[in-house]
């Protein structure tokens, strides 16, 4: 009896033994996988709240760097006799019968700066004469004169866009709906002056009428 007790008790002491390594052995893979979720030094298994750091201000340096400031436009004043000039044009120096001088104008900024000028219908005057005689003026019978205020840069030439045909007659406020006597001919020789926004041109365009 003594022998079969004491094997009894062998027996069971191996299998306590066993379950304890097995209980030893699951205890080491727990901590194993402990290690590997939470790494030592985290807190926590959440994120941690980012803090935001601040760069030191930098220093100014010992000579200030200037400020770009932006220019301002400078205000353009109108164009003036002694920052542009008129010039009287024909298409022609001479006309055959039954041709029709074109009167046109041109204006340049002889100025050093912008200017601004009104050249429109409303503000250009042709003029032609003869002698002592003024035989035609653009605004005795004008129609719908309109503005036109345009910027001349320095240097920049401008010049009328549609001539004016003179139908070589003489011109007055009374006769614009009738008709009106022409011009003498036959060699008779006639000048042109213009003005744009009262700056008249400075010299006058001759042309001839032959016949």
């Known amino acids: 009896m003594a022998t079969g007790e004491q094997s009894a008790k062998d027996k069971r ?22 290690l590997v979720i939470w790494k030592p030094g985290s807190t926590s298994g959440f994120p941690t709240e980012s803090k935001t ?12 760097t200037p400020e770009s400031t932006e220019e301002g436009t400078a205000e353009v004043k ?28 041109q204006i340049t900024n002889t100025g050093e700066n912008p200017c601004s000028i009104n050249v429109g219908t409303s503000q250009q005057v042709f003029s032609i004469t003869s002698g002592t005689d003024v035989y035609w003026t653009s605004t005795d019978c004008q129609v719908e004169p ?6 001349l840069e320095p240097g920049q030439v401008v010049a009328s866009s549609t001539p004016i045909a003179w139908d ?7 006769t614009c709906d009738g008709e009106r006597p022409a011009v003498p001919a036959g060699g008779v020789s006639y000048h ?20």
């Open 168 to 174: 070589r007659t003489r011109s007055s406020t009374t």
């Open 192 to 211: 042109l002056s213009t003005s744009v926004a009262g700056i008249e041109s400075a010299k006058t365009k001759q042309f001839l009428l032959d016949g």
């Open 53 to 64: 750091t601040t760069s030191p201000t930098a220093k100014p340096s010992a000579t200030p």
């Open 13 to 34: 002491s191996v299998y306590v033994r066993r379950r304890l390594w097995v209980l030893a052995g699951l205890l080491v893979i727990i901590g194993i996988i402990a």
């Open 146 to 151: 309109a503005d036109a205020v345009v910027q």
């Open 78 to 105: 109108e164009c003036s006799e002694k920052t542009v000039t008129v010039e009287a044009l024909t298409d022609k120096g001479s006309y055959a019968p039954n041709e029709l001088p074109q009167l046109s104008l």
